[in-house]
């Protein structure tokens, strides 16, 4: 079963515009979530994250919001720039458990000019 | 970034035959990881690592074998590779198994079972 997924395959904006990539997790024992971006070639870098105990954090251009009752995490990327055109993978973890870290399957996301 | 390599990048085999992929890292990190990503899928635990010579199953672990005899040094084997198993595969190290650490990716192995 997938416990974390996101909906959305792609996403294309233009650049300058905001980006929101989308994810929802099924497990109620994640209380730790994770954004990576992925390269072609390359593998997932370090992104942002937030814990349960937030529902916001920003890192520069970078912003994910959690909603815990609706079991839903967002990252917006404001302004968005051809450099962010990438595969953003969400994931979400226990806390006390790195090994039960669950990734969704990836929103490739294109950033026009 | 933590200083992660995989060979070989690309491997083509043909079905029952044994492959291993090779991870090092140069981080001294304790735990290590290692995920196969299709698509649909994202990525899924494979094995994890805790220690030298301490592994453990993941999510996704039949058909796979792993050892770690040295800290820098993480082995995934397919004992008997079958077109199933044709996928991207990346390794991950840590400095701790919990908490808020981050996870480090090696840039990826592309294997294709004939």
């Known amino acids: 079963d997938q416990q974390v997924k996101q909906n959305s395959p792609s996403l294309s904006v233009q650049e300058g515009r905001i980006s929101i990539l989308n994810c929802d997790y099924t497990n109620s024992m994640f209380d730790y979530f994770l954004w990576y971006k992925k390269y072609p070639a390359e593998g997932p870098t370090f992104l942002i994250s937030i814990s349960s105990i937030k529902d916001k954090n920003e890192d520069g251009r970078f912003t994910v919001f959690l909603n815990k009752s609706a079991k839903h995490l967002s990252l917006h990327i404001v302004p968005s720039q051809p450099g962010d055109s990438a595969v953003y993978f969400c994931?979400?973890?226990?806390?006390?458990?790195?090994?039960?870290?669950?990734f969704g399957a990836g929103t490739r996301l294109t950033v026009k000019p | 970034d933590a200083g992660i390599t995989q060979s070989p990048r690309h491997k083509v085999t043909e079905t029952g035959t044994p492959v291993t992929l090779r991870c090092h890292q140069t981080e001294n990190h304790r735990y290590m990881y290692w995920y196969r990503q299709d698509p649909g899928h994202g990525l899924r635990l494979i094995h994890y690592s805790y220690g030298v010579k301490d592994t453990d199953k993941g999510e996704v672990s039949d058909g796979y074998s792993v050892s770690r005899s040295k800290t820098e040094d993480f082995l995934l084997t397919l004992e008997s590779a079958t077109s199933s198993q044709t996928s991207v595969y990346f390794c991950a190290s840590g400095l701790a198994g919990r908490g808020t650490d981050t996870q480090y990716f090696g840039p990826g192995t592309r294997l294709t079972v004939l």
């Open positions: 994931a979400a973890k226990p806390l006390y458990n790195n090994n039960d870290m669950r």
